[in-house]
T-cell receptor, first 113, second 112 residues
């Protein structure tokens, strides 16, 4: 049973560019959340998707957007990249109605130069 | 708003020493509490959880008790091993279970 997978593993972008990160949830999971983890910090909640809609959002600007597909996989898009967007982006999935337990992917390391 | 405060590191211990990592929280309602572990270059792995007051979560020799009166969820292990070297994160989920709040993490290094 594959766990949560994310692609790509690493990414280098230039300030002002746009980036798309991808996540496939663990089998049987229908809810996907995205987190940003800056170096030396804990993960910060970006947003959560369920039934192809954004259900809850953390304190992130509109430059951060997402999408969930019918197969429950998800994308995170970041526009107009800033140097401060450099971080590890983590995807987490769970089955709605479960005991809130989330499973995390290995993350995508984004570097903005 | 909801938040988690955990003991700053780094923490360095000798093998077989006793470990405590402090965690306190602020939350409305009745949150669930978690400890996650992150090994170098990897994502977060759930270590243990507790969903209501006085619950004790345990896994791989680690324990933590949900203390509502002190709003705490301290992580303990009686005898650490070199393989326990990692970063440990305390977290809570809000009453909806939709949003998780993480502490800043505590780096643990265990030396032989």
């Amino acid at each position: 049973d594959a766990g949560v997978t994310q692609s790509p593993t690493h990414l280098i972008k230039t300030r002002g560019q746009q980036v798309t990160l991808r996540c496939s949830p663990k089998s049987g999971h229908d809810t996907v959340s995205w987190y940003q983890q800056a170096l030396g910090q804990g993960p910060q909640f970006i947003f959560q998707y369920y039934e192809e809609e954004e259900r809850q959002r953390g304190n992130f600007p509109d430059r951060f957007s997402g999408h969930q597909f019918p197969n429950y996989s998800s994308e995170l898009n970041v526009n107009a990249l800033l140097l401060g967007d450099s971080a590890l982006y983590l995807c987490a999935s769970r089955r709605r109605g479960s005991s809130y337990e989330q499973y995390f992917g290995p993350g995508t390391r984004l570097t903005v130069t | 708003g909801d938040s988690v405060t955990q003991m700053e590191g780094p923490v360095t211990l000798s093998e077989e020493a006793f470990l405590t990592i402090n965690c306190t929280y602020t939350a409305t309602g009745y949150p669930s509490l978690f400890w996650y572990v992150q090994y170098p270059g990897e994502g977060l792995q759930l270590l243990l959880k507790a969903t209501k007051a006085d619950d004790k979560g345990s896994n791989k020799g680690f324990e933590a008790t949900y203390r509502k009166e002190t709003t705490s969820f301290h992580l303990e292990k009686g005898s650490v091993q070199v393989s326990d070297s990692a970063v440990y994160f305390c977290a809570l989920s809000d009453h909806t279970g939709n949003q998780f709040y993480f502490g800043t993490g505590t780096s643990l290094t265990v030396i032989p």
